[in-house]
């Protein structure tokens, strides 16, 4: 019976300890950086609009990274751009622009290893940057999440707001709160609106083929 009734009082006690476990939120910013630092596969569409003096241009594009060093970009949109392809594979850097049916092949050292940092914190995310990058700046997350609405699918998510400051630059990045994985990302210079980034819709940790990142020969 004392047996019986320890293991009850026992059953019980670890009941209780769980409890708080069970009503407890992950804290939105270490989330994202165990997320980004387990990334195997990113592929996503994406809009992103420049704003700069007066004019803004705005561009859309598909995205495809498999950590650490296979890149691939094709534009979409606008006309003028599209069909336009950049692609990244280890030391090697490949450009192909339909419009002046023209190829450019460079060794990463030449420049060809800068493409993709223009879109901020999803770029440090899907390169396993994002624990690195949020070291080096001041990040506050929101206490309450917002809606947000994922024009790919056009359903409603639950998103974590983050603001990242360094220097004069100030980001505000949207997570899905299901998967930690930004959805957009607005980018400041002091008090100006300089790029403002969507993700259509995308995929984490799928599966990709070895074709999307083959240089052609010259």
Known sequence: MKTIRRILMMTAWVMAAAVPCLGQTVDPIEEVCLVSQGLTAYSASIRMTQHQDANDSEIEFTFDFVPP????????????????????????????????SRSVWQDVGEGGGNHGEEMGFLYDFVTQSAAEVLEQCVADAREDR?????????????????????????????????????????????????????????EINGTFDEEWFVIPER
């Open 69 to 100: 060093d296979r890149m691939r970009i094709m534009y979409t949109a606008p006309p003028t751009v599209e069909g336009q392809m950049m692609i990244l594979n280890a030391d090697r850097f490949y450009t192909y622009i339909p419009a002046l």
């Open 146 to 202: 917002e809606t947000y609405v994922l024009e790919g699918t056009g359903e409603p998510i639950e998103v974590d707001v983050l603001t990242l400051s360094i220097a004069d630059e100030r980001q505000v990045v949207w997570l899905n709160a299901l998967d930690a994985a930004p959805v957009a990302i607005w980018i400041y210079n002091g008090d100006d609106l300089v790029l403002e980034l969507r993700v259509l819709g995308y």
